[in-house]
């Protein structure tokens, strides 16, 4: 046993060194090549210069924290009770956290090995318990100090704002130990389920998560009928209230080593074929998994196209002839991709109705009565290009609309043999997408008026902007030759955010759902040309 720790200690010293080599590589060093004074030296005034910035950096965090608990003393003194019941919630939060890990780890295993490792571990024949302590004390250890940190926080907070010249270290320490085993204790429990499901394998991932949701439904309920209870610890830690001020940080230690220890028991169980079976998981990915720190959108990507590629298909394509065969695969190929239903729905329920809030001037009445941001005129302004500026950055929504038929046009070997022009395309291809995408600002609708005005005009206008989008997203598929007029999706989305504004501005409010059809109409007219000279 203790010459499997020996071993897996030194696997992991090993990983570790090839992190800290990479980021020293950053920033112009090697452990490697430092074999002179003056390399060493480098190294020495590099772990200078983050300690110095590190400590800099809390004592900053902490003269700030305290600082601003001063503005709250008067509001601590009219209501006592307040801040009680926040630092309950502090102490309720690893609960939270916890919930959220195990259904994740209920869902996709928290523990990837890599295949070196596996191959290693095959050679030398250690326990898969040892070897699962040593993977998880690790990351309890980070989530427990990045935990404790916000704790250590607000109980400085707490402290000064209730009274006190500077905050006792004593007392904030304790709370902050508390907050920090709480959710090493949360990081294994849900590493225990993640256990759970490796050896259950895919196939019952689903009742697991389940049991797992609700199992963390009630674990939140008892959270909060105990928020009575969580007050007084914190009393007792912070204000030196009657009680043991141990006792908190005593039993979350008993509950992180039973979880802990019910974690290894579990893992030690486990057969080595699932810890194959997991790190083929992203074996394709191993040789590029640096790409993570410079480029993480890119990796992201490749993540998610390795777990796509694994993927089992959803439903069956129905049949049909012509222009049905090409919608009842745009509907599968929808409901296949579920990981862009969220930003489909998006869409929907943020993109659509934000724009009719800002575009259709909701602030121009409150920037008017305030005398602000220039009256009427700069709160429509200004909500415009807060609208534009939003829309530009979540691009990438819009295009989940058209995806579908992105896909077709890109593939030329298929395009050349439809015998549908691209708008009949796009219009097949978008419609189970744009359905999704209506319900969800239907249902926006359906919880109040926008800008002034009721649920159905407001419903229109936000139908006319996800048809917008829709189009704009499949400008993307338009040739960009010479001598020939080329948008981009941002580019179009803002053309159209500019008119709808200054549309807005100019027509009453009864006539904005005619504007923004008109406009709608006016965009599919420019789409349909641009993308039918493809």
């Known amino acids: 046993m203790l010459h499997d720790l020996a071993s897996l200690l030194w696997l992991q010293a090993r990983h570790l060194r090839s992190e800290l080599n990479f980021y020293l590589w950053a920033a112009g060093a090697d452990l490697d090549d430092a074999r002179d004074l003056t390399d060493r030296i480098y190294l020495l005034y590099l772990a200078l210069i983050v300690g110095g910035n590190v400590v800099a950096c809390w004592i900053w ?24 019941q926040l630092a309950a919630l502090v102490l309720a939060a690893p609960i939270a956290c916890g919930v959220l890990w195990s259904v994740r780890s209920a869902w996709r295993s928290p523990w990837t090995p890599s295949a070196p490792d596996i191959i290693w571990l095959a050679q030398t024949g250690i326990g898969t ?11 309890a250890i980070v989530a427990g100090v990045i935990g404790g940190v916000p704790g250590y926080l607000f109980a400085a907070f707490f402290q000064v704002a209730c009274g006190t010249a500077r905050s006792e270290v004593p007392s904030c320490l304790a709370f902050a130990v508390t907050v920090a085993l709480a959710i090493s204790a949360a990081r294994a429990m849900s590493w225990a389920i993640g256990m759970v499901r490796m050896r259950a394998g895919s196939r019952h991932r689903l009742p697991l998560s389940i049991a ?24 007792t830690m912070l204000l030196h209230a009657p009680g043991n001020p141990f006792a908190p940080i005593i039993a979350c230690a008993i509950i992180a080593l039973a979880a802990i220890g019910l974690a290894v028991a579990l893992a030690a169980r486990l057969p080595r074929a699932a810890l194959t079976r997991e790190a083929g998981v992203d074996v394709d990915l191993y040789a590029v998994r640096r790409m993570a720190v410079y ?11 390795s777990r796509q590629a694994r993927r089992t298909p959803i439903g069956r394509m ?32 943020v993109l659509s109705p934000a724009g009719v809030a800002l575009l259709g001037g909701s602030l121009a009445p409150t920037a008017a009565a305030l005398g602000l941001m220039g009256g009427e005129a700069g ?13 530009l950055r979540s691009a990438e929504l819009p295009r989940a609309v058209s995806r579908v038929f992105l896909d077709d046009e890109r593939n030329r070997f298929m395009r050349d043999h439809l015998p549908v022009s691209s708008p009949v395309l796009l219009a097949l291809d978008a ?66 955010g500019i008119v709808l ?22 965009t599919a007219l420019v789409v349909s040309r641009l993308i039918g000279q493809a």
């Open 379 to 391: 709160g429509r302004v200004l909500g415009a290009a807060m609208w534009i500026m939003f829309a």
């Open 501 to 522: 504004a200054v549309l807005s501005a100019c027509v009453p409010v009864g006539m904005l759902p005619f504007a923004f059809m008109g406009c709608a109409a006016v």
């Open 431 to 496: 419609a189970p997408a744009f359905i999704l995408c209506a319900l969800a600002s239907c249902i926006v609708a359906a919880f109040g008026g926008y800008a002034g005005m009721p649920a159905f005009p407001s419903l229109v206008c936000m139908l006319a902007l996800d048809i917008m989008f829709a189009l704009c997203s499949a400008l993307d598929a338009a040739d960009a030759r010479p001598r020939r007029l080329h948008l981009s999706c941002e580019a179009a989305i803002a053309v159209c």
């Open 129 to 139: 318990g040892p070897w699962a302590l040593t993977e998880l004390l690790p990351r």
């Open 212 to 235: 797992t949701i609700a199992a963390g439904v009630c674990a939140l309920g008892a959270a909060v009928l105990n928020m009575p209870m969580l007050a007084r610890a914190a009393d």
């Open 295 to 305: 480029n993480p959108s890119l990796y992201r990507d490749l993540v998610r196209r």
């Open 61 to 84: 965090l902490l003269g700030m924290v305290e600082g601003a608990a001063g503005d709250f003393a008067a509001y601590t003194a009219a209501f006592p009770s307040g801040l009680s």
């Open 318 to 349: 129905p049949a049909g002839t012509g222009n049905r065969a090409i919608l009842a695969r745009a509907l599968i190929s929808t409901l296949r991709r579920y990981d862009t239903w969220l930003r489909i729905i998006g869409v929907g329920a």
